[in-house]
């Protein structure tokens, strides 16, 4: 089993920025690729940014390229998101999650409880 820990979410005015932070922990078998799914009000669950194990493979959605970036931190076994220039659309719930296979199309088999990101206008 993994265990993945989000933390980092909050309230920021639009145009402002956040880190998100999302720890690994558990039977963490390699290649693992991680990545975070988000969830606006009233709207299905939807993916944002993927990074493979190595980090050298990434995935971002369009509402997002440019302005989202993900990172890995392999000491902690941990992944981050740098959110900048966050608009309204950016609110929802973000998860962390991780699974196995090739970027982007990867099989996500673990999830956190999700983080609350909300910007205001």
């Known amino acids: 089993q993994v265990q993945l820990v989000e933390s980092g979410g909050g309230l920021v005015q639009a145009g402002g920025s956040l880190r998100l932070s999302c720890a690994a922990s558990?039977?963490?078998?390699?290649?693992?690729?991680m990545g975070w799914f988000r969830q606006p009000p009233g709207k299905e669950r939807e993916l944002a940014v993927v990074?493979?194990?190595?980090?050298?493979?990434?995935y971002y959605a369009d509402s997002v390229k440019g302005r989202f970036t993900i990172s890995r931190g392999y000491a902690e076994n941990t992944v981050y998101l740098q959110m900048n220039a966050l608009n309204s659309e950016d609110t929802a719930v973000y998860y962390c999650a991780a699974g196995y296979g090739t970027v982007p199309t990867v099989t996500f088999h673990y999830w956190g409880q999700g983080t609350q990101v909300t910007v205001s206008s």
């Open positions: 990074i493979s194990w190595s980090g050298s493979s990434t």
């Open positions: 558990g039977r963490t078998v390699s290649p693992i690729a």
